[in-house]
């Protein structure tokens, strides 16, 4: 079982920037893949971006692909999201989450673990 908590939403205006982070527990970490989400009002829930469990491999869904960066610190049991030039349509809930695979996957039946997720909002 592993334990996943968000942080480091807020509210910032378009253009500018903000940093998620993940952290979760067990002493098994490193061998989880993980990946971010999000959920806007009255959407599906939405690939974002995954790392490999070395973190020598990613990927971002098109829209935050040159904006987001997802990097990941074994050490600490934590993952980041780099998030630059946000926009409106970026505001949503993110969740973290993280797979048994190892390796970064986009599907979200794949992920065992989610945290309950941190609200980030954009404004215009």
Not at 5 to 11: F, H, I, K, P, T
Request: with cysteine; glycine share 12%.
């Amino acid at each position: 079982q592993v334990q996943v908590v968000e942080s480091g939403g807020g509210l910032v205006q378009a253009g500018g920037s903000l940093t998620l982070s993940c952290a979760a527990s067990g002493r098994t970490f490193s061998t989880y893949a993980m990946g971010w989400f999000r959920q806007a009002p009255g959407k599906e829930r939405e690939f974002v971006a995954a790392i490999s469990r070395s973190g020598g491999r990613t990927s971002y869904t098109d829209s935050v692909k040159g904006r987001f960066t997802i990097s990941r610190d074994n050490a600490k049991n934590t993952v980041y999201l780099q998030m630059n030039s946000l926009k409106p349509e970026d505001t949503a809930v993110y969740y973290c989450a993280a797979t048994h695979s190892g390796y970064s996957t986009s599907y979200s039946y794949e992920y065992d673990y989610w945290g309950q997720g941190t609200q980030v909002t954009v404004s215009s």
